[in-house]
């Protein structure tokens, strides 16, 4: 699209487009879950959310208005301003948004890309790794389980394993299961994860170690 073309766009427009979108945060750190614990990482959060966990601890990302709308060529260039090549892109929801312009351009600069989501909105983006991790709250959409490397399913309370083993059939048959405790809940549910994994050796666990090493 041409120089002219963006400036006769609307914001709107443009993050309908994928060309822009809100950020509510973007930081180098260090993955703490799922297949690629302990690899540095970029992560880029973006504003919105209509899932509505009650567990939640980004509350603060759903209201997409809240936040600052980038073009995806200042996104990239926060991302290359540090050593590490992998980028996760999180919520909010990311698939509320058009992610192949970002993930294209993520591509073209040399980046491994990654998502972490709910699967809940139409699947869009080129991706190395899909992290799919279904909420209760609102269905996923069905483009999500073609496309899933892992299913990650957070566990709340006891029903959760056989929400988890329900989208497990869905799901191709090399994608990656895990298990991972709420954080709110995980002295309580952890030894009940763990008997559970070892009575189902499909499934592997996730914990969520940023927190117990404190990592932002």
């Known amino acids: 699209m041409h120089t002219l073309d963006l400036v006769a766009l609307t914001t709107q427009e443009l993050v309908a487009s994928g060309l822009q979108l ?6 180098y750190t260090i993955q703490g879950e799922g297949r690629f614990t302990g690899y540095p990482a ?3 959060r973006l504003g919105g959310c209509d899932v509505g966990c009650v567990w939640c601890d980004v509350k603060e990302s759903w209201e997409a208005a809240k936040w600052p709308v980038l073009s995806i060529e200042e996104i990239v260039k926060d991302a290359l301003a540090f050593p590490g090549r992998l980028v996760v892109i999180t919520g909010g929801e990311p698939l509320m948004y058009n992610l192949d312009p970002l993930t294209k351009l993520l591509k073209e600069k040399g980046f491994t890309t990654n998502i972490e989501t709910s699967g809940a909105h139409p699947f869009s ?3 190395d790794w899909v992290c799919f991790s279904p909420k209760k709250f609102k269905k996923p959409h069905p483009s999500i389980y073609a496309q899933a490397d892992e299913l990650k399913v957070v566990i709340y309370n006891k ?4 929400f988890a083993e329900e989208h497990s059939n869905l799901v191709n048959s090399d994608c990656e299961l895990r298990l991972q405790p709420e954080w ?5 549910l952890t030894p009940e994860i763990i008997d559970y994994v070892k009575n189902h050796p499909t499934w592997k666990i996730s ?5 117990f090493m404190d990592i932002p």
């Open 184 to 188: 709110s809940k995980a002295s309580k």
């Open 125 to 127: 983006g080129n991706f």
């Open 22 to 27: 809100p950020i509510m945060e973007a930081f």
């Open 207 to 211: 914990l969520q170690t940023h927190k």
């Open 42 to 44: 970029f992560f880029i």
């Open 159 to 162: 029903s959760d394993f056989s």
